[in-house]
């Protein structure tokens, strides 16, 4: 996965975005791990375990639900908070700002939210500082045209407003 944290690197988070975090990992510690662990004993008293299908689909969510604590300890143990842009004057397009920018191509303007990976939704305008796109934008200023290669091609976005 694109962003998977790891020990050297930051976690760009909004607040909302560690609050989401963090309550994430404390359902999957308190309610999620009950929950598999009972679908375990259940499934292990219908005997041979070897042919026990709900038992090892059961074991499958532990490992699943173990890993993804896992990777929000690491994540929310590196947090850095993406600052408010408005507080920044350089004008320039930082990890927190939103960009709004024309496809010279088409016209269309588009709106973007530069996050860090764990909070990015392309479908929802939130894209990450590391995508093609959100890398390509960050530190570009108001009227400076960006080219994007991607995978459909490459993009001319002219950066329109900043906030």
């Known amino acids: 996965m694109a962003g ?8 760009f988070l909004t607040r909302e975005g560690q609050a989401q975090l963090e309550a994430e990992l404390r359902r999957l510690r308190s309610t999620k791990r009950r929950e598999v662990a009972l679908r375990i004993k259940r499934a292990a008293e219908f005997g041979d375990r070897s042919e026990n299908s709900e038992y090892w689909d059961a074991k499958d969510e532990q490992a699943f639900v173990e890993g993804r604590i896992q990777e929000l300890d690491l994540m929310l143990r590196h947090v850095q908070l993406i600052d408010d842009p408005s507080e920044d004057r ?4 930082a990890i927190g700002s939103t960009v709004c920018v024309t496809d010279a191509a088409t ?5 973007f939210t530069i996050v860090g990976p764990a909070e990015a939704d ?25 080219t994007v290669v991607v995978p ?9 407003s900043i906030q």
């Open 122 to 146: 392309p479908g929802q305008g939130r894209i990450s500082h590391v995508s093609p796109v959100g890398a390509a934008l960050l530190g570009h200023a108001v009227d400076e045209t960006v």
């Open 4 to 11: 998977e944290p790891s020990e050297n690197q930051p976690t």
């Open 152 to 160: 459909g091609g490459t993009l001319q976005l002219r950066v329109r």
């Open 107 to 111: 016209g269309e303007d588009l709106t």
């Open 90 to 93: 350089s004008g320039a397009v």
